[in-house]
Each structure stands twice: as C-alpha cells, then as structure tokens.
C-alpha cells in the first residue's frame, strides 16, 4: 500500500508537472499568436498607409497634368496672338509703304 501511495503521488505530481508545461505551452502560444496578429495588423496598416500616400501622389500628379494642359493650351493661345499681331504689323507696315 505505501507503494501504491508512493506512485500515486509521483503519478499526480508528474501530472501536474505535465499540466504546467501545459499551460506554459499554451501561454506561449497564445503570445505568438498575439505577437503575429499585431504584427500583421502593422503590416496592414503601414499597406494602408502607402496606398493612400500612393493615391494622394496619383491626385497630385493629375492635377498637375491639368495644370501643365492648361498651361500648354494658354501658351499656344498667346503664341497664336502674336504671330496675329506680328502679320498685322507686317501688313500695316507694308501698307504705310505703300502710300
């Protein structure tokens, strides 16, 4: 009977060695998974992050190329007046010269 005591006990407190490494296991575990999810949760919002500075620069370079047409488009207006202005100072001048 003292044996059978004797390896009850040895018996419980190896399962409770068991359930702490258990319980450590899971612990850590649980801390990983943590760990992962917060650092996916960075990389998600530093993507989120990017891809609104992306859009933001995609924003700007539109409004930049509409500047720069519109830009482009005044420039060939005030180049189409004075090629006008200069035929009509030809004109006028030839005319002068000729009177």
């Known amino acids: 009977m003292p044996e059978d005591f004797q390896r009850t006990s ?4 190896s399962l ?11 612990a850590d575990l649980r ?3 943590q760990q992962h ?5 960075d990389a998600q919002r530093r993507v989120e992050d990017l891809n609104s500075r992306d859009d933001a620069l995609d ?3 539109e409004t930049a190329d509409r ?10 207006m005030l180049d189409d ?6 035929q ?3 004109l006028l001048g030839t005319t002068e010269r000729d009177h």
Do not use: C, I, P
């Open 31 to 33: 801390q990983q998974q």
């Open 37 to 41: 999810t917060d650092e996916s949760d």
């Open 16 to 26: 409770q060695r068991l359930r702490k490494l258990s319980d450590e296991r899971q």
């Open 10 to 13: 040895e018996m419980a407190a």
């Open 88 to 90: 009509r100072e030809q």
């Open 67 to 76: 500047r720069d047409e519109e830009q482009g488009k005044r420039e060939a």
């Open 59 to 61: 924003r700007r370079a």
């Open 81 to 86: 007046r004075q090629t006008a202005l200069d």
